[in-house]
């Protein structure tokens, strides 16, 4: 083995898909990409890390509520377009041609053109890691897309795509927890 700097050690353990976080500060609808999740145990928990130096953090913490859009590989410019402008002066609905969906839980709109939607509330802001925990309280899959590949960031700029589905449910039967 090669020894890797340290710093470059994130890029090896990838936190899970890439996704869309929207937000709604009054009738202004923003759009963050977030590459860092986690899903808190198999309740409908999440955390994603986000700060201050994110425009849509200010709404996240004021209104405490968002949407976590998945998106799928065939959005990947617009994925990274949106991660790479600000909401303080771009309408990234708009400029990527995102069609914003209201939401029936939360102000933050869905967003049509991913693959899944979660509404969600924010349960607790963990300002010492940047962490923000969130739980689902409504759930939208669109089982019509063709497309149903998800982003992975690496992490330096580039991204991995889901591969083949590997089925081995009969082989955990009983092993995970009621409704999963």
């Known amino acids: 083995m090669r020894r890797l700097k340290l710093g470059k050690a994130f890029t090896l353990v990838e936190p899970g898909p890439v996704v869309l976080v929207t937000t709604s500060d009054g009738g202004q609808h923003n759009i963050m990409t977030i ?24 709404a996240l913490r004021r209104n405490r509520e968002c949407v976590i859009a998945v998106p799928t590989v065939d959005l990947i410019d617009a994925v990274v377009g949106i991660g790479t402008c600000s909401g303080a002066d771009t309408d990234k609905f708009e400029k990527f041609g995102l069609t914003p969906v209201q939401g029936r839980h939360v102000r933050a709109p869905l967003i049509r053109e991913c693959l899944a939607n979660i509404e969600c509330r924010v349960t607790d802001i963990v300002r010492k890691h940047d962490i923000v925990m969130l739980e689902g309280i409504a759930a939208w899959f669109e089982h019509a897309r063709k497309e149903k590949r998800t982003l992975h960031a690496v992490g330096d700029g580039s991204f991995v795509a889901d591969g083949r589905r590997l089925d081995r449910r009969k082989m955990m039967r009983g092993k995970l927890p009621p409704g999963v």
Do not use: D, E, Q, R
């Open 35 to 58: 590459s860092w999740t986690m899903v808190a145990g198999f309740t409908p928990l999440f955390a994603i890390t986000t700060g201050p130096w994110n425009h849509s953090y200010a």
